[in-house]
């Protein structure tokens, strides 16, 4: 599967519908209809069209074009391609800039990696997650044969995340992720849960036990949900996490096509 075309084939359900025309996904939720590129394992694949094209060779007539080192029929296409979906995410993009703090926590940023931070009195609060591979889907879509155009849900990204709450040389460490929406409509009201839970003075290390969230008293894990939830790490903080994140790594998306534009075309 082409992950540089990712727009279209996040959803692997709908695979069935990406032929002969290729649907790209916005985070509107809309498709739009685009002449689907060729394949790029097919595109590189010196075995195929070897009497139409030599892609893996540029050629030698020295011309110029508006791509300026491009010349392979390969490089032509991905940059073509590429020049259009660049400009589309751009304007799929729900927000150009991104803010510095969030509910009183400093954000800040290295790469794929997010930490947001706050000191209250004594205790230090960090959170950090990492956006790669975060995105999807709050509902499968549902699909018939007849149908066009399946309708699918805004797409999101959902990070697991880490809570570390300081005080000294103490810290108590909570690994949480997002609970299936499917589990929220059988009566489940949070929409992130309690993965892991350890306690440890000094730096981490693997020695370190480390408890189940599924493992520990129902009650008990409540309790942990409703410190947290004073600590401003409640349902609406995190969903507002969630939003952040699917800004950030919508950013993120659109930069990795440039440089591949660049990469491709030799600028």
Not at 69 to 74: E, M
Not at 109 to 123: H, N, P, Y
């Amino acid at each position: 599967m082409n992950n540089l075309l990712r727009s279209a084939f996040r959803i692997s359900s709908c695979k069935a519908f990406l032929n002969p025309t290729k649907k790209v996904l916005f985070p509107n939720g809309a498709l739009q209809q685009r002449q689907i590129a060729r394949n790029l394992w097919y595109m590189t694949n010196p075995r195929n069209n070897e009497s139409e094209n030599k892609l893996s060779k540029l050629c030698t007539c020295g011309c110029m074009n508006k791509y300026q080192q491009v010349h392979s029929k390969a490089e032509k296409e991905l940059v073509e391609f590429l020049t259009e979906e660049i400009l589309a995410e751009r304007k799929a993009r729900q927000s150009n800039t991104l803010p510095a703090e969030l509910d009183g926590f400093k954000i800040q940023l290295d790469g794929a990696e997010v930490t947001f931070s706050k000191v209250c009195d004594d205790e230090k609060i960090k959170i950090t997650f990492n956006v790669n591979h975060t995105v999807d889907t709050d509902t499968e879509p549902e699909i018939h044969p007849n149908m066009d155009k399946p309708e699918v849900g805004e797409l999101k990204s959902k990070p697991p995340f880490d809570i570390e709450l300081s005080r000294g040389k103490t810290t108590l460490k909570l690994v949480c992720s997002f609970v299936d929406s499917d589990e929220r409509q059988e009566g489940y009201n949070d929409i992130f849960g309690l993965d892991e839970i350890s306690i440890y003075d000094g730096d981490w290390n693997d020695n370190i036990y480390a408890v189940s969230g599924e493992s520990i008293d129902t009650y008990l894990y409540d309790l942990i949900l409703n410190y947290l939830e004073e600590k401003g790490v409640s349902n609406e903080f995190v969903e507002k996490l969630s939003k952040f994140s699917t800004s950030y790594e919508h950013s993120a998306y659109i930069g990795l096509l440039e440089g591949l534009s660049k990469f491709v075309s030799g600028k």
